[in-house]
């Protein structure tokens, strides 16, 4: 099997994951909008869930949403270029642009989690949820699921700038 179609399986299943995420957030804020309108009940645990899911659900989504194309670009003047310089383009956007920042992303943020983890950093609010490197931890996780959605879109569009050089090698032949 294809390394390309293996990443894309993996990617997927992430973006399932995202949908799942998604889920649970809507029944965790139609739980908490029922709970406080009409039991006149807040809790700051689930409120605080809210954002985990979202947070969570985003930044695996970036990865997803890079791999289904979905990123909002100049679409003005990229869907007037060719298929081969569309993928030029996502190649060098890819390694010279979205690689380097998800890079610097996951350097700074392993030692952020790191340090949350250490000092059992928790929620400041009573009732809040523990563990918030738990939360923190989404941030390099998610920066290395992009990477490897960086290189699924690389070799993707690699296979597709081949495929055309080689159909464009069948015509003049």
């Given amino acids: ?22 889920c649970l957030m809507l029944l965790n804020v139609f739980y908490d909008v029922v709970m406080r309108y009409l039991f006149d009940d807040v809790s700051i645990g689930m409120q605080e869930l809210e954002w985990h899911l979202f947070a969570a659900m985003f930044m695996f989504g970036i990865g997803y949403t890079l791999k289904e194309d979905g990123h909002v670009r100049v679409d003005v003047f990229y869907d007037r270029t060719s298929n081969k310089t569309k993928a030029w383009i996502n190649i060098i956007g890819s390694l010279l642009l979205a690689l380097p920042i998800t890079l610097i992303i996951f350097y700074y943020s392993v030692g952020y989690t790191y340090e949350a983890y250490e000092m059992g950093e928790g929620s400041a609010d009573p009732g809040g949820l523990p563990n918030r490197w738990i939360i923190r931890s989404v941030i390099p996780t998610s920066s290395l699921f992009v990477v490897l959605c960086i290189v699924q879109v690389v070799l993707v569009q690699i296979e597709q700038f081949k495929n055309q050089i080689d159909v464009q090698t069948e015509e003049n032949s």
Avoid at 1 to 22: E, H, N, P, S, W
């Fill in 1 to 22: 099997m294809k390394v390309t179609t293996q990443l894309t399986r993996i990617i997927d299943y992430v973006g399932l994951f995202c949908a799942t995420l998604m």
